[in-house]
């Protein structure tokens, strides 16, 4: 049994062949295809986050939609990049976001990606401290993000303040008990999927990886799960990780999968550069009929070893082609392999 969500990057385009064109075309259908998946009986609705970019950016307005419009599929982020972000204004806009759904939040974060600007957090107004990367200090950042959500007070109260204070140090509201226990962390390389394990956080691996073996895609994401399945055992956490994987699945099952994707043919990993210096693996699509799909994706190791599926989705081709995806998985491919 896997959890089988979307994910979305909420692209729009002013294109004509776009069926999102602003900005509250992405946001507002966001909602509504999360609203559809949870019909569907998908299990969760997840955002990336990119600034600068004509795509799906403040994170909080849009869980907080979707989790009033929603009563049981999972909401989360894959991922916010925590340079652009203040670990406790943060914590307050997760803590409501996770209120207002009910506990449902699963918030991806991470160091982020390639940007649309140059350190771009720079004009958020956050640099790195001396002798830090901009790596470390989204490590940092999430180091207080993580300490705040513990719900400890820390705060010195002043002595006449506006509102009555409960006694002792304050802690930022509002406070969302177990959300701490929610938090993933997106790695790119196995060495920081140990890392996300030490710090009891969930992993999120993407359609990328570092190439740290010159093996297939599949082969080092499994690897990096194994990793951070060890590392968490052996940091001696409580409760049982998750662990999710994102693919690019389309079964084709009508005119419109093929009239889209009954060209694509074999797909294959690709090779690249990842932030202009670090060799990087980038996973195969599929896309094919569902008993052929269903024999590619049995030999996917890394699927294998999660317990979390996202389906990446071309949102610009609008809600309802969307949530035909989603239904086309559930439907044809998850049960043939034991996913449902």
Do not use: C
């Amino acid at each position: 049994m896997k959890k089988i969500g979307f994910l979305s990057f909420g692209h729009w385009s002013p294109a004509a062949q776009s069926q999102t064109r602003s900005a509250a075309d992405a946001l507002l259908q966001s909602i509504e295809l999360a609203v559809a998946a949870e019909e569907l009986g998908a299990d969760g609705a997840f955002f990336r986050v990119h600034h600068f970019a004509r795509q799906l950016g403040s994170p909080f307005p849009l869980l907080a939609a979707v989790g009033a419009r929603t009563r049981r599929i999972e909401i989360g982020t894959a991922v916010i990049d925590l340079r652009y972000e203040n670990p406790y204004y943060m914590a307050e806009n997760a803590g409501a976001a996770d209120l207002i759904a009910g506990g449902r939040l699963q918030l991806g974060v991470s160091r982020g990606s390639p940007e649309q600007v140059i350190e771009g957090w720079r004009y958020f107004g956050y640099s790195p401290e001396a002798g830090e990367t901009d790596a470390d200090m989204a490590r940092r950042n999430v180091e207080a993000f993580l300490e705040v959500l513990r719900g400890e007070g820390f705060a010195q109260p002043n002595p006449q303040p506006m509102f009555p204070n409960p006694p002792g140090l304050l802690r930022v509201e509002p406070y969302s008990a177990g959300l701490r226990d929610r938090i993933w962390w997106g790695a790119s390389s196995n060495a920081t999927a140990i890392w996300t394990a030490q710090l009891g956080m969930n992993l999120q691996s993407s359609t990328l990886k570092h190439d740290e073996s010159g093996e297939p895609f599949h082969i080092q994401q499994a690897a990096q799960i194994r990793a951070f399945r060890q590392a968490w055992k052996e940091a001696g956490h409580a409760r049982e990780p998750r662990v999710s994987v994102s693919r690019s699945i389309f079964p084709i099952v009508d005119a419109r999968d093929r009239a889209y994707f009954g060209g694509s043919g074999e797909s294959r990993d690709q090779i690249g550069l990842l932030h202009g210096q670090t060799r990087a693996i980038f996973g195969r699509s599929y896309a094919a009929e569902p008993d052929v799909l269903v024999k590619q994706l049995a030999q996917d190791d890394a699927i294998a070893e999660a317990d979390t599926l996202m389906l990446t989705v071309p949102n610009q081709l609008g809600v309802d082609y969307n949530a035909h995806v989603i239904e086309s998985v559930l439907k044809h491919v998850a049960p043939a392999l034991g996913w449902r």
